[in-house]
């Protein structure tokens, strides 16, 4: 600010606050919700605790420095989504979440396994619905003995029990010894089947990894069959739902069954499994999060409208250095922007170089999240995952990516609404102590500093309705929630705006007692008063970011509330106190002691000028 003797242009302060003002209500009544509603967290709206169990694949106990992994991933997770007010907190063999809000989904997500491995599409088949009992065709049109060639006894490599993990009838939904055409024994997944004396088409070149690129998946055309023998019965089919005895068994035999029958290297099984999976796309994962990356992979999209049969992973999730969302403007849709490490740029740029035109798969827990086509090579170590995402989700898969992925699995087996009837009665408490001490601090202003008490409530009333809007903002932003911890660092926070004021004008009263007028003590005292408050708002607002940085849970939002209140009486008190005191100064009217409440100092700097002068004579 100016010194004393410099020109002041006070309109140009208040224009510049009511601009920012104007600015912050303008954003938050056109963008967003458009609601000035600030997000309230636990303690005052209520929230939802998620109890999350972790598994492992042996089935034995998780160890205590895996929970602590864990714990401080699900933390970081936290934090990078914004979420205030919300806890992570170890229970035995769970980790229990809270967040603000009625929407488990969030926490949920939080505990997501985040396994992403990038592995080359093999073949993909389109998921159906299980067949119905009785029916004679299986899935994808089938022809209801199977795929030519194949013997009558099944498909070579399995043993005379089935796979494991299946039921005795075969895979549920379709009858015995149905296959899919896609793929004949005796040749690469993917291939075309041929008639006899016609010559398949040569493969893709695909020299890294060592495997036949994936061709279009023909339609093969219905082949005739046997007819069945008079007097059989018809082939047993079962449901595609878990059957009831299925929950008896242990989740660790569960897993190994999954990964026999899903990530077997036999060529028949993985014809078997295909098709198995593709009646159970709507079911839960018992594999999630626990597939072998050294395997292949046969899995469901995301949207449980694709089965792919994957190859072994190439690169992982813990070769990513950095991940971000946003919005493609050339598609229109959100995007998972990816930044890999040293070793998988070199990796990924050498295989897009090699598999240019084929699919591979982006794999999130065992679930395809997209599998797009390689158009061209990729160097840089920079790519992009599509999909069905909207802006949160986008934000939410950036998010548990960049912080890696969890040491366990976690399978939730609790959600429960946690009720905020004694946050909001503590509220309210709060709030009425809170008025009350407001309004003893405006009637002592104005019994005080009478007409310059009211300059006190404008900056008041200033400072609160730009914290109201900031917080606001920051909800709808970056989700910050306010709590009661938060509403008690503003509460303080206002205090310390009314000691700036206190500092201001206890300055020019000293002026006035060395023997000026109001009209020239005013900037003088100004010139004095605002290095005493920066520096003490320099010394809370120091103290707000240590308490930050250090403090955990419902400390952090006191803090943060305190800190931010503290910046803004430094902007209140340069660009609205200072001016209005200001223009006050150059009025008349305000001039008058029985306005402005100094009568008295004025009348001990005419009985000092008295005595000085009577001194003088003698």
């Known amino acids: 600010m100016a010194s004393p003797s410099t020109p002041v242009h006070p309109a140009r302060y208040l224009v510049l606050f009511l601009v920012l003002l104007i600015g912050a209500y303008l954003l938050v009544f056109l963008t967003g919700d458009k609601q000035a509603d600030p997000k309230l967290g636990i303690d005052l709206q209520g929230g939802t605790r998620v109890t999350l169990t972790a598994r492992t694949p042996d089935g034995s106990p998780p160890t205590r420095d895996a929970l602590n992994q864990a714990q401080q991933i699900i933390s970081a997770r936290v934090n990078g989504l914004g979420v205030s007010g919300s806890e992570v907190i170890i229970d035995g063999n769970n980790l229990v979440i809270t967040v603000p809000g009625n929407d488990s989904s969030e926490a949920r997500n939080l505990g997501q396994t985040a396994r992403l491995y990038i592995r080359p599409v093999i073949h993909a088949i389109p998921a159906q619905e299980a067949a119905p009992p009785g029916s004679e065709e299986g899935p994808a049109g089938l022809p209801p003995g199977g795929v030519p060639g194949l013997p009558p006894g099944g498909v070579p490599g399995l043993p005379p029990g089935g796979v494991p993990g299946l039921p005795p009838g075969g895979v549920p939904g379709l009858p015995p010894g149905a296959v899919p055409g896609a793929i004949v024994p005796g040749g690469a997944p993917g291939a075309v089947p041929t008639t006899p004396g016609e010559q398949p088409a040569a493969p893709q070149p695909r020299p890294f990894p060592q495997q036949p690129a994936p061709t279009p998946s023909p339609s093969p055309g219905p082949s005739p069959s046997p007819s069945p023998t008079p007097g059989t019965p018809p082939a047993p089919s079962t449901s595609a739902a878990p059957q009831p005895g299925d929950q008896d068994v242990p989740l660790a035999t569960r897993i190994q069954d999954e990964k026999k029958l899903r990530q077997s290297t036999e060529q028949a099984i993985q014809i078997l499994a295909l098709q198995f999976q593709a009646t159970r796309c709507d079911q839960d994962d018992v594999l999630a999060g626990n597939d072998d990356p050294n395997l292949p992979l046969v899995t469901c999209s995301q949207d449980g409208k694709e089965v792919y049969l994957l190859d072994k992973s190439i690169i992982s999730g813990e070769q990513i250095a950095n991940a971000s969302s946003g919005l493609d403007q050339q598609r229109g849709e959100y995007v998972v922007d990816v930044e890999f490490k040293d070793d998988a740029a070199k990796t990924w740029a050498e295989f897009t170089a090699a598999n240019v035109g084929t699919q591979t798969a982006f794999v999130l827990d065992s679930k395809v999240v997209s599998a797009p086509q390689i158009q061209e090579a990729i160097p840089g170590g920079r790519t992009q995952i599509t999909g069905q995402f909207t802006a949160d989700s986008a934000r939410e898969l950036a998010n548990v990516l960049k912080y890696g992925s969890l040491p366990l699995s976690f399978e939730s087996s609790e959600a429960e609404t946690v009720s905020a009837t004694l946050g909001l009665s503590s509220l309210r408490a709060g709030l009425i102590a809170g008025a009350v001490g407001l309004v003893a601090v405006l009637l002592y202003s104005l019994l005080y500093y009478r007409v310059l008490g009211l300059l006190v409530a404008l900056s008041l009333v200033a400072s609160g309705a730009m914290v109201f809007a900031i917080l606001v903002l920051l909800g709808r932003y970056i989700n910050y929630t306010l709590d009661l911890a938060g509403i008690a660092g503003l509460i303080i926070g206002i205090g310390t705006t009314a000691d700036s004021f206190v500092v201001f004008f206890e300055r020019i009263k000293d002026e006035i007692r060395e023997g000026r007028s109001f009209r020239s003590a005013v900037p003088r005292g ?93």
Not at 537 to 553: E, I, K, P, S
Not at 555 to 572: P, W
Not at 577 to 596: E, F, G, I, V
């Open 526 to 618: 100004w010139s004095r008063a605002r290095k005493t408050i920066l520096s003490g708002n320099a010394v809370t607002f120091l103290a707000a970011a240590v308490l930050y940085f250090l403090a955990v849970g419902q400390v952090k939002g006191f803090a943060f509330t305190l800190g931010l209140t503290t910046i803004l009486d430094i902007v209140v008190v340069f660009l609205v106190t200072w001016p209005l005191l200001y223009l006050a100064s150059k009025s008349p009217t305000m001039a008058k002691p029985s306005l402005n409440g100094l009568g008295s100092v004025q009348q001990i700097a005419r009985e000092r000028r008295a005595a000085a002068h009577a001194a003088g004579r003698g």
